[in-house]
Each structure stands twice: as C-alpha cells, then as structure tokens.
Antibody
Framework: EVQLVESGGGLVQPGGSLRLSCAASGFTFSNYAMTWARQAPGKGLEWVSSVTSSGSRTDYADSVKGRFTISRDNSKNTLYLQMKSLRGEDTAVYYC?????????????WGQGILVTVSS | EIVLTQSPGTLSLSPGERATLSCRASQSVTSTFLAWYQQKPGQAPRLLIYGASSRATGIPDRFSGSGSGTDFTLTITRLEPEDFAVYYCQQYGSSPYTFGQGTKLEIK
C-alpha cells in the first residue's frame, strides 16, 4: 500500500524558515517524480514544486521560486521542501504527492497534508 | 500560464441525478493532459480522471471525463451520497501545472 506521510509543519514567524519532510513507502520511491502542492485555508489547490525521480531536475511555481527548495533522498525514501523567507500567504496545508510514473505530472497518491502557519 | 476556469462554482443536485462539471482552459491543453480530483472536507485530493478521459484505479464507472483543447467535462451519472464533494481539474501539459478553482457539488 502506498503511503506518504508529511511532517515538519507548524507555526513560524514571517521571514522564518521551515523544512517539510515526506516519508514514502509501499512503492519504489527512486522510480517516481514527486511533487509538493498546497492549499490555503478555504481555498483551492496550488502546485508548488516538482522533482524528477533522480533529483536532477526541479521546477517551481513563480510564487515560491528563490525561496523554496525541493530535494529528495532516495536512500531514505524521503522528499523534502526547504522553505525560507516565509510570508503570510505561504500559510497552507502542504501535500506531497506521487506522480504516476508515465512522465506526465498528475498525482495518483497524496499524503494527508501538513499545516504550515506563518504568523507573528 | 494556463488558467483553468471551472463552472459552476456550486452545483446543487439530489442523489440519483446526473452532474456535469465544466473546466475551460485559457489556452489549449497539451495532449489532453488534464486530470480531475475529488476532495472531501479534511481529506487529501483523490485522483479520478487523467488524460481527460481515463479513469484512475478503483474509480467507479459512473465517473467519466471528456473533452480536448480548451473544454473539458467531468460527468457523474447517478449521484451517490459519497459523491458530494469539491472537484478540481488540473492541467499537467505545461509548467506551471495549474488547478481550477473548484466546483462544490452539494446535496439539494
């Protein structure tokens, strides 16, 4: 059974940093691209960042480019999102998601999400 | 950036009825790279449809997707009580991989 479990969320002050982790199990993690998406309270879904299966290529939404860094450790089956210079508009539930593996960026499995609150 | 506009914003129907949800793109979606997700309160999104019309694993056949280019539709025949939720379309043909704003399907 595929499982994705996010951790590392919480309350952080504006300008602060936080690192999210996503522990993957139930599939061969190193074979699949992975993604972070987010959902602000009461709002819709927003794609944040993706990384290829090897970690060699990354992609970011303009809203986080230069502030967030996606990475992965295939030896630990873990995906990361390093977030810096956080703003109030970054407050959201952050989801990690597995891409389907065909080279197309839709997400066949999602974690349960982790809340990040940016507030003083 | 491809902007996806979903309509209606809210759809009020009764169990057993047919639901038709629309997703319109601001420019043509590459190779019908369009997906639909269902989200219930407090839960993660769930993949329903990919490639505009292919059902994901385990999705009942009352869910179907159609469309190409800029106009896409999710149809749910014979609504079940568990189908009342928010539905999002997403294009994954070109970065940034944008989502629509969602359609809330509520019980009438």
């Amino acid at each position: 059974e595929v499982q994705l479990v996010e951790s590392g969320g919480g309350l952080v002050q504006p300008g602060g940093s936080l690192r999210l982790s996503c522990a993957a199990s139930g599939f061969t993690f190193s074979n699949y691209a992975m993604t972070w998406a987010r959902q602000a309270p009461g709002k819709g879904l927003e794609w944040v960042s993706s990384v290829t299966s090897s970690g060699s290529r990354t992609d970011y939404a303009d809203s986080v480019k230069g502030r967030f860094t996606i990475s992965r450790d295939n030896s630990k089956n873990t995906l990361y999102l390093q977030m810096k210079s956080l703003r109030g508009e970054d407050t959201a539930v952050y989801y990690c998601a597995k891409e389907d593996g065909s080279g197309s960026s839709y997400y066949d499995y999602w974690g349960q999400g982790i809340l990040v609150t940016v507030s003083s | 950036e491809i902007v996806l506009t979903q309509s209606p914003g809210t759809l009020s129907l009764s169990p057993g009825e047919r639901a038709t949800l629309s997703c319109r793109a601001s420019q043509s979606v590459t190779s019908t790279f369009l997906a639909w997700y269902q989200q219930k309160p407090g839960q993660a999104p769930r993949l329903l449809i990919y490639g505009a019309s292919s059902r994901a694993t385990g999705i009942p056949d009352r869910f179907s997707g159609s469309g190409s280019g800029t106009d896409f539709t999710l149809t749910i025949t014979r609504l079940e009580p568990e189908d009342f939720a928010v539905y999002y379309c997403q294009q994954y043909g070109s970065s940034p991989y944008t989502f629509g704003q969602g359609t809330k399907l509520e019980i009438k």
